[in-house]
Nanobody
Framework: QAQLVESGGGLVQPGGSLRLSCLGF????????ISWLRQAPGKAREVVAR????????WYLDSVKGRFTISRDDAQNTVYLQMDSPKFEVTAAYYC?????????WGQGTQVTVSS
């Protein structure tokens, strides 16, 4: 099964910024809904942002609205999550997921740590 590959995680200060990337697969990637999820230690995994196929619609978790931006470049089979001025509670492992009907794919995750 095709896998997604996340990158761009690391250490970021509260006033900084970080951009995560999710590299997809194949010529049909643009048809997939792509979600970014996070899981902090001891907490359930939650969706923080989602973008529809061809990028027409986006959705954000309330707590990240105005700080996170999801976008996609289907020519590069890549979806981005721009994180600006992250708060400490943003610290988590971040995963991307691609969905098209019953067909779903996960990435292996990338760690984001917010620390001063």
């Amino acid at each position: 099964q095709a896998q997604l590959v996340e990158s761009g995680g690391g250490l970021v200060q509260p006033g900084g910024s970080l951009r995560l990337s999710c590299l997809g697969f194949g010529s049909t990637f643009s048809n997939y809904i792509i979600s970014w999820l996070r899981q902090a230690p001891g907490k359930a995994r939650e969706v923080v942002a989602r973008i529809s196929g061809f990028g027409g619609t986006t959705w954000y978790l309330d707590s990240v609205k105005g700080r996170f931006t999801i976008s996609r470049d289907d020519a590069q089979n890549t979806v981005y999550l721009q994180m600006d001025s992250p708060k400490f509670e943003v610290t988590a492992a971040y995963y991307c997921r691609a969905d098209r009907g019953a067909d779903g794919h996960w990435g292996q995750g990338t760690q984001v740590t917010v620390s001063s």
